[in-house]
């Protein structure tokens, strides 16, 4: 069982920058699939960027070109890096892993899950 905590949330105005970190313990990043979600209030949980276990990345239609998912295998450590942030990118950010045997975006086939990490984004 891997167990995963986030950080790296918090405040910024829009147009601005946060990195988000995911620290992994009890299983390398490397054998995993890796994710983001996030959930807005009164929203469904949604993938955000995902890593597969080749360090190929996928990211969705809302943030591509603004966020870039990587993998620290040293420090067995996900990244998120958010740039140019907009107000509707205000959400918890999850961290996920998956032992899915091919890459996967789908959010049920994500197993372990970290606390979430507020992300808020002022106008």
């Known amino acids: 069982q891997v167990s995963l905590v986030e950080s790296g949330g918090g405040l910024v105005q829009a147009g601005g920058s946060l990195r988000l970190s995911c620290a992994a313990s009890g299983r390398t990043t490397s054998s995993l699939i890796m994710g983001w979600f996030r959930q807005a209030t009164g929203k469904e949980r949604e993938f955000v960027a995902g890593?597969?276990?080749?360090?190929?990345?996928y990211y969705a239609d809302s943030v591509k070109g603004r966020f870039t998912i990587s993998r620290d295998n040293a420090k067995n450590t996900v990244y998120l890096q958010m740039n140019s942030l907009k107000p509707e990118d205000m959400a918890v950010y999850y961290c996920?892993?998956?032992?899915?045997?091919?890459?996967?975006?789908?959010?049920?086939?994500?197993?372990?899950w970290g606390q979430g990490t507020q992300v808020t984004v002022s106008s």
């Open positions: 890593i597969s276990r080749l360090d190929r990345t």
């Open positions: 996920a892993s998956s032992t899915w045997p091919t890459m996967t975006m789908e959010r049920t086939r994500f197993g372990s």
